[in-house]
C-alpha cells in the first residue's frame, strides 16, 4: 500500500503541475513549439517547414528529470 500511495502522490503533483503550465501558459514570456532556434522554412512557392528543435530538446530534458525523479522515488 505504500508504494501505491507514493505513485498516487507523484501523479497527483505532475498533473498539478501540468495543468499550471497549462493554465498559466499564455502568460509565459516564451510560447513553447515557437522558441528561438526552432527551424521555420518558408518557401516562396507557400510552402513551409517547420521543426522544433530546441522546444524537443527542452522537452527531451523535462521529460527525463521527471523520469529520473520517478526513478528515485521508486527505491
Request: net charge positive.
Amino acid at each position: 500500500m505504500r508504494e501505491l500511495g507514493k505513485a498516487m502522490l507523484l501523479i497527483g503533483v505532475l498533473l498539478a503541475g501540468a495543468g499550471a503550465f497549462f493554465y498559466f501558459g499564455g502568460r509565459l514570456p516564451f510560447r513553447l513549439g515557437r522558441l528561438p532556434g526552432d527551424i521555420a522554412y518558408h518557401g516562396r512557392n507557400g510552402s513551409s517547414f517547420y521543426f522544433p528543435v530546441v522546444t524537443c530538446i527542452l522537452l527531451s530534458v523535462l521529460f527525463s528529470v521527471v523520469m529520473w525523479l520517478a526513478g528515485h522515488f521508486r527505491r
